[in-house]
């Protein structure tokens, strides 16, 4: 049976799961970003709740006595209250601003890392189709979603419950105590509370992220012919690539036409590898490449020298390693050329030319 060209059972390439980040489609978990807020704002409150407090105290302080001001009745004076109002939010509670959206800002970069795009605002007809608006409503990833923030909510009130619960003796007893007393005990409390909500929230924030990165997955799966269609985008028509190839071959075999007659001559494996030398004292410092060829050019290098007269030398090291590490019209290099120097008398002997041109 013909597997179903349409059907994504591929995972998603490097290449679809980049395109898919610049169009801003990243997983990310909203309830993260917010839990590890919530969590910075527990600690800076620690730290610095008395302050804050303590600022806001005596802003209290000050409205009430009217010590803001010469006299209230004032307009000059009424708008003063503006600035001392600023100025008490920008010196109590302002740091504590700062730093969260510092802690909310690491959240996020964290999840999606440094991304810049303004693709997800491009205005889209789609994104305001009624009749997909409802059919995302009534879907079945809505349905899940809301399932989940249900689930959520009841555990996050079943952990609330039981700690009040657990707590409301002391609760009871801060009747009993002092004012100042009774709003430390409160706020020790509101802390314990706190930390255990946050530490729920934090674990079902890391489950929902887990999940986003599943379901970003899921969604970018692609189907085979998917998979073919990107693969001749990224190396090229298949078509366009043999026929770049041939045209490449031609070239070979002319260059290969032409160097290897005046070459003087060419070493081999004997059949994987030919490389042809030449040798010109008057103009070379050293024997140079003039062609070289593995497999069939090769073979041909092998038949035009025959044809040609060019002696023909088998050293399988030689020619293997004249073949890996020296490029066509480069000079053999120093650790070759005693290996070289005997061809090349060898064959000058055989040929009848001087041995002192070598």
Known sequence: MAESGGEKTEDPTPRRLTEARQDGNV?????????????????????????????????????????????????????????????????????????????????????VGFLVTLKPLTPKLSKISPLKGAKNLFSARSMVRLLMSLG??????????????????????????????????????M?????????????????????????????????????????????????VKQRRARVARQLAMQRIAAAVPQADVVVTNPTHFAVALKYDSATMRAPKVVAKGADFLALRIRQIATANDVPIVERPPLARALYAAVEIDQEVPGEHYAAVAEILAYVYRVSGKEVAAA
């Open 27 to 111: 997983a990310k978990s909203t309830d993260l970003a917010a839990a590890v807020i919530l969590l910075g704002a527990i600690v800076v409150l620690a730290i610095i709740g008395r302050q804050v407090i303590g600022g806001l105290m005596r802003s209290i302080e000050v409205f009430a006595t009217s010590a803001h001001a010469a006299n209230p009745t004032r307009a000059d004076d009424i708008r003063e209250l503006g600035d001392f109002a600023a100025y008490i939010l920008a010196t109590s509670i302002g740091p504590l601003i700062i730093v969260l959206f510092a802690i909310g800002a690491l959240a996020m970069l964290g999840q």
């Open 191 to 239: 802390f314990a509370l706190a930390i255990k909500l946050v530490v729920v929230l934090i674990i079902l924030a890391i489950i929902d992220y887990a999940y986003q990165r599943y379901q970003r997955t899921q969604d970018l799966k692609m189907t085979k012919q998917d998979v073919k269609e990107e693969l001749k985008r990224m190396e090229g028509d298949p078509l």
């Open 152 to 189: 959520k909510i009841a555990l996050i009130a079943a952990v609330a419950i039981v700690t009040i619960l657990q707590d409301m003796p002391l609760i009871i007893h801060i009747a009993e105590l002092s004012p100042r007393q009774a709003f430390a005990a409160s706020a020790e409390l």
